[in-house]
């Protein structure tokens, strides 16, 4: 009942920027954790960037000072702002994100259906 819907992916020149985002819908009570992760072809899939209910963020190493995450509470939405695109920054970006559907459930994981950032010359 819960979803996760990522969008503003799409094809980008080296050193350009893009706006990702991820809307949760559905039956939402409340929110933890978001974040954002990516995969490239034959590779893993691995953390970007999180950010908690109480604002606290982390980054992997390469996108520090390059990226940000942040969050529209009101909205249920995730955004990571890309600036300063390199061609490794090439993958399915996927939000992340712990919900609570109801009062009478725990915090459940969910994913979403990813996002194909390329960046390309």
């Known amino acids: 009942q819960v979803q996760l819907v990522e969008s503003g992916g799409g094809l980008v020149q080296p050193g350009g920027s893009l706006r990702l985002s991820c809307a949760a819908s559905?039956?939402?009570?409340?929110?933890?954790?978001m974040g954002w992760y990516r995969q490239a072809p034959g590779k893993q899939r691995d953390l970007v960037a999180t950010?908690?209910?109480?604002?606290?963020?982390n980054y992997e190493d390469s996108v520090k000072g390059r990226f940000t995450i942040s969050r529209d509470y009101a909205k249920n939405t995730v955004y990571l702002q890309m600036n300063s695109l390199k061609p490794e920054d090439t993958a399915v970006y996927y939000c992340?994100?712990?919900?609570?559907?109801?009062?009478?459930?725990?915090?459940?994981?969910?994913w979403g259906q990813g996002t194909q950032v390329t960046v390309s010359s």
């Open positions: 950010i908690t209910s109480g604002e606290s963020t």
């Open positions: 559905g039956s939402i009570f409340g929110i933890n954790a």
């Open positions: 992340n994100a712990d919900v609570r559907a109801s009062a009478f459930r725990g915090f459940r994981n969910y």
